[in-house]
């Protein structure tokens, strides 16, 4: 009798854990479409560790319209924020970060989550939901912005795009889709005449980065159709009968470049016109090198929770500037106040007063390594024996050699390579700081530099610091 009641115990259990796993899927039934054949799968470790059966769904990653581009032109593919994405092409990471900043690289960047915000009450929801100010926003116009919470951290950062008087794009990080989401839709609530649409599978994201991006897009579009010059700015060409959205923003460092937003059932016919105009197919890890280069920031690296776990304040970030707005137009917004004091902080900080300097005890700042080695997310960074900061990014960064300054420079066919960070280190260390870095063990010289790219027109230079310390 007793073993039968132990029996019947364990499969109440058993459906109460099948009842909860069914909830969970059901709450995203997007991803129970997209991979109709999963299976659960027991962890015999985690079995023995609980006592009782454990159940896990492995999840098929989602797919971009481009999946099987990036496979037929042999693309290394690996999982990126829920995404199987091309991490790069045969060519490799360090040719195509060189062909972007001397040609054009292409991107898919369509596991970015792209949202449609509409309606008579958008402006005001978006004021409340983001850190910029929509309202300085016209028609065909972009701004970098953040969904910060309320003690000044980033939930996620984002770009903003206004089509129409009424009409937003928003576009956020992949890895944060389904979060962001969810918390734009509590907030919404408060916004009846606003609508939140996710357009992510049906339209479709590329970015085309480099000096030779604007004569490839003439050579596509030669009935015209581009934005105005200046970054940030918006047109809506015709291409093949349809809307094509071109923006003059990007993720690389270039000052010239577009990001393409169009239907997805026309997007791999655009991917093949770009490159046999002469773009450079590129994955994520060249993305991610010519990001770092330029200095901008990765969300759960620069932005998120430091690799001590503490949450990383948005104005540690050189970024926000652009990014966060207290202008009276903005009113009440999430995280006012506690940006308002990282705010007060950041200008003791460049007064260098540090008397009362609460939240912003860290900033992210460049640093070059002047050692051999390579520094790492994570790896500690030191003055001597006392931790000053953490790494948060770091690879090898190619470049072109350049002769000439201003513009008269220009590339030669030479190129080096060199190792670049991204550092959250204290906010009291100056330009020209000498750091050591905990490599494996094994400590490496660096120093804090301003750039590590020189992003001026007509084309991105690399920034390269002599042994005597002049490039900086």
Known sequence: MQRCLQALGWVSGRCKLISQIREEAEKQP????????KTPVRRIDEVLAAKQPVLRFKVK??????????????????EFGGWEMPLQYPAGILQEHLATRKGAGLFDVSHMGRFTIRGSHSLAFLQHALTGNAAALTPMRAQYSMIANETGGAIDDCYLYRLHDDEYLLVVNAANRKKD?????????????TEMIDKTKELAMLSLQGPESRRIMEQLLPGGGLPEPGRNNLSVATLDNKPLVIARTGYTGEPLGFELFVDSAQVESLWSRLIELGAQPAGLGARDSLRLEAGLPLYGNELGLDPGGMEIPVFALSQARFAVSFHPDKGEFIGRAALQEQFN???????RDFKGVGRLKQIIRPIALVGKGIARHGDKVFINDKQVGWITSGTVAPYWKTTGEGLESRMVDETGKRPVCLGLIDSTLLIGQELDIDVRGKRI?????????????PRA???IREEDGSGQ
Do not use: C, Y
């Open 30 to 37: 997007e991803l129970l479409k997209e991979a109709p054949t």
């Open 461 to 463: 230079r690399a920034i």
């Open 445 to 457: 010289k660096a120093v804090v530099v301003a750039h590590h790219l020189r992003s001026e027109p």
């Open 61 to 78: 990653p989602l797919e971009t319209m481009l999946n099987e581009k990036h496979r037929s032109m042999n693309a290394k593919m690996f």
């Open 345 to 351: 902080d950041l200008q003791k900080v460049l007064e």
């Open 181 to 193: 989401w969810e918390h734009l839709e509590r907030l919404r609530a408060g916004f009846p005449e």
